[in-house]
């Protein structure tokens, strides 16, 4: 498992989205790297693109709002990068739409998923948390 509990933001809510998204990209990669030719590896890829489409919107959703219930300095450019997400997954899913033998579009769309998610979790994330713990503001009631 990559997720690592130093990630927690002290949120619940949050928390066990970003776990559910650890989880979900963990999975994907596996499918990606299996031995089983590419036609069996179509119906993971088509999972995993339905619940980014919905699950990474919903989830931003909920994160944002809670960054504006703690007023959070940051909400403006962090909502930039969750939307420049949002954009990125939903070009990915129109070019598979498209052509779904394009493997090496999915290869890259998990190492980047992946790569993104730790990098957002662990650093973008926590400044929330930071700040919130500096102003005392507890999340513990989301
Ligand atoms: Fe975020």
């Known amino acids: 498992m990559l997720w690592k509990d130093e990630y927690e933001l002290g949120v619940p809510l949050i928390d066990a989205q970003h776990k559910e998204l650890f989880k979900r990209v963990e999975s994907f990669l596996q499918a990606l790297r299996s031995a089983t030719s590419w036609d069996e590896k179509i119906p993971e890829i088509n999972k995993t693109l339905d619940f980014m489409k919905r699950y990474v919107v919903e989830h931003f959703h909920d994160e944002e709002e ?6 959070y300095p940051g909400y403006k450019c962090h909502k930039q990068i969750h939307d420049d997400m949002v954009n990125y997954v939903l070009d990915v899913s129109k070019q598979y739409e498209k052509c779904n033998t394009n493997e090496p579009l999915m290869q890259q769309f998990g190492g980047r998923l992946l790569a993104w998610l730790i990098n957002h979790v662990a650093a973008e994330d926590q400044l929330i948390a930071a700040y ?4 005392g503001v507890s999340g513990n009631d989301r």
Do not use: L, M
């Open 132 to 135: 919130a713990k500096k102003k």
């Open 66 to 71: 809670y960054q504006k219930s703690i007023n």
